[in-house]
């Protein structure tokens, strides 16, 4: 029963991830910057803290009890993440649902499993000497990690093929009904840098991992028969999207003063209500995915399980919307099939990732 209630907490996870830009489409009348950052205040400001108080008695004087070098490494992971979830609105904003989230996480996904396997060989730490990129040579679970990596890698350059080709072949009519502001070059650049700098969540939250133990601790002794803290995480989400919230509000400010748009925010010729209401309902989508990613996995009791399941979860819905929104309308059949192609390699990659990992180190 714990594995079916895992499965459907990730499958709710990753439809609201897949899903959380949807409301954005309705913003009528305001700048990208102005949208992306009213949203960003509910994901990373408001939500979070709301989720916590509910879930953890006493989070904040957790947080205030926290060393400064739990705090800001927790912050600084997010900072860089922030740029990685920038990034990723904007990949969104070029490619389009489909495109842009299979490119996107396919990258996270891959690059998510080297980069701490890059920097432990660099900067040896007691107890990761498993998890160094010269141990994943020498592994079957390194190697497999390895292949997926490339796999991602092929996957990403068909789904590139399809882009070229949509943006060849698709009528200008349609292109501009489905993508506005589709661009393929400057689309996967942003993607690539979303996809390796969104690995640092992980980071944020092996950095607030002591945040996360005392509430669990404090879970525990009150619930002795019932495992570990469903919501242990919780408290470590606020810090680290702080970081992220830092990040994309001093981007978005800087946009609203080079394209002045700050007259946004007040601008009664829109739906201002409106606005603000799909802004915040966006947010809030978006940050329910890390809230039912935490139970999934508790439940599951497997990161690379979860993990696949998660990311498999995302490509998928993202691709649904894709259609919905008829991203591939008008694009010959050889073009469908080839970003079809594209799509089921990543999610094969994203597998054979997982696998790897959830093998003996």
Known sequence: MGIILGVIFHFIGGFASGSFYMPFKKVKGWSWESFWIIGGLFSWLIVPPVAAYLTIPGFADIIRNSSSQILGATFLMGLLWGIGGLMYGLGVRYLGMSLGNSVILGFCSAFGSLIPAIYYNYFPTPGKENLTISFMFHNTGGQLVLLGVLVCIIGIAICGRAGIMKEKSQPDAIKKESIKEFSLVKGLIIAIISGILSAFFNFGIEAGKPMAEVANHTWQLNHPDQGNFLFQNNVVFVVILWGGLTTNFIWCMILNARNK?????????????????????????????????????????????SWILHMSFIILVANMWGIVLKEWKGVSSKTKTTITIGILTIIASVFIVGYGNSLPK
């Open 261 to 305: 748009s700050f007259g946004d925010y007040t601008n009664k010729k829109t739906p201002l209500k409106a606005n603000y209401l799909f802004s915040a309902l966006a947010g809030t989508t978006w940050f329910l995915q890390f809230f039912f990613y935490g139970m999934g996995e508790s439940k599951m009791g497997n990161g690379a399980s």
